[in-house]
């Protein structure tokens, strides 16, 4: 059974940086990719950054490209979100999914996200 652990979120003002960790378990992340989601208050969850584990290929959203940085490390089996620059949008609780990569891509996971989720870590960026 696939399993996230996501954890790093807090209160920052705006500018400030962030890196939120998913630590996985239950799977092999070489046959995944693995996308990190946004839910702001009263919306749906959104992709913000997905990673092939098997090639490092990358999706951003527009609204985040050159910010955060979607990272692994394979040795701990867990995902980093690195998010510099945030600001009040950026606030929501993140979340960590995963889907095989024989049946999608970074950028169809991140536009298509998954129905089920974890705890998440809530960031909230306010001055």
């Known amino acids: 059974q696939l399993q996230f652990v996501e954890s790093g979120g807090g209160v920052v003002q705006p500018g400030g940086s962030l890196r939120l960790s998913c630590t996985v378990s239950?799977?092999?992340?070489?046959?995944?990719?693995v996308g990190w989601f946004r839910q702001a208050p009263g919306k749906e969850h959104e992709g913000v950054a997905c990673i092939s584990i098997r090639d490092s290929s990358t999706y951003y959203t527009d609204s985040v490209k050159d910010r955060f940085t979607i990272s692994r490390d394979d040795v701990k089996s867990t995902i980093y979100l690195q998010m510099n620059n945030l600001q009040p949008e950026n606030t929501g609780g993140y979340y960590c999914?995963?889907?095989?990569?024989?049946?999608?891509?970074?950028?169809?996971?991140?536009?298509?996200?998954?129905?089920?989720w974890g705890p998440g870590t809530q960031v909230t960026v306010s001055s």
């Open positions: 999914a995963a889907r095989l990569r024989s049946i999608t891509t970074p950028k169809a996971m991140c536009l298509i996200p998954p129905q089920s």
């Open positions: 239950g799977f092999t992340l070489d046959n995944y990719v």
